[in-house]
């Protein structure tokens, strides 16, 4: 099991920006997608961005591709969401989730694939 703790949320004006950043201890992080997800009040969580365990492929929600860059640092054991231009449609809990599968190197990084989770942090972006 893996331990993720997420850092970096807060109150942001539409069209600045924020760095998430997701810290992981216990089972090795290299081998694993991380990824980042979002919950807003009163819907379902839902995926943002993923990063393959290599960190050489990236995946984006299309509501924040060209905005939201996802990245990761294996001998930091530390994943980021660099969010720009932000939007208070945007404003949410995000999560930071580790992959249940090893070195998977595919395209699907549905909800139910993610087996380890941070405990959110609070974004909110005012108009």
């Known amino acids: 099991q893996v331990q993720l703790v997420e850092s970096g949320g807060g109150l942001v004006q539409a069209g600045g920006s924020l760095r998430l950043a997701c810290a992981a201890s216990g089972r090795a992080f290299s081998g694993y997608a991380m990824g980042w997800f979002r919950q807003a009040p009163g819907k379902e969580r839902e995926f943002v961005a993923a990063v393959r365990w290599s960190g050489g492929s990236t995946y984006y929600a299309d509501s924040v591709k060209g905005r939201f860059t996802i990245s990761r640092d294996n001998a930091k054991n530390t994943v980021y969401l660099q969010m720009n231009s932000l939007k208070p449609e945007d404003t949410a809990v995000y999560y930071c989730?580790?992959?249940?599968?090893?070195?998977?190197?595919?395209?699907?990084?549905?909800?139910?694939?993610?087996?380890?989770w941070g405990q959110g942090t609070q974004v909110t972006v005012s108009s």
């Open positions: 989730a580790a992959d249940r599968r090893l070195f998977y190197s595919g395209s699907n990084y549905d909800l139910g694939n993610f087996g380890s």
